[in-house]
């Protein structure tokens, strides 16, 4: 199962590379729309990295606070950091995105 999934995303991947790499010069548009791309796939990974992050956090803590009732303050609050910690990965990512959608350095 896990051959066939990378196999048909590796597909997909060339599949979309390759009219960029046989197409001829082109001018800045080609830039921007494959800049726009990366941006978009560059946050949909972020999210899906800090939600996955941010599930297995949660479980711990509740795992921790039912194991330990007592213990539920601090675990709430290293939680809370936790989380704040991972959330700003997100956001980093996005101020990555957003300077390469408006600020482009490449063109």
Do not use: H, W
């Amino acid at each position: 199962m896990r051959r066939k999934l990378m196999t048909a995303l590796n597909t997909i991947a060339l599949l979309a590379v390759a009219s960029t790499a046989c197409a001829a010069e082109g001018t800045g548009g080609d830039v921007v729309s494959m800049i726009a791309i990366a941006t978009a796939i560059g946050i949909g990974l972020a999210a899906l990295g800090c939600g996955i992050g941010m599930g297995f956090g949660l479980r711990g803590a509740c795992e921790g606070t039912a194991r330990n009732p007592d213990a539920g303050g601090q675990i709430t609050v290293t939680m809370l950091i936790g989380l704040a910690l991972i959330e700003s990965l997100a956001i980093y990512t996005l101020v990555i995105d957003l300077i390469l959608l408006f600020a482009n350095p490449f063109l």
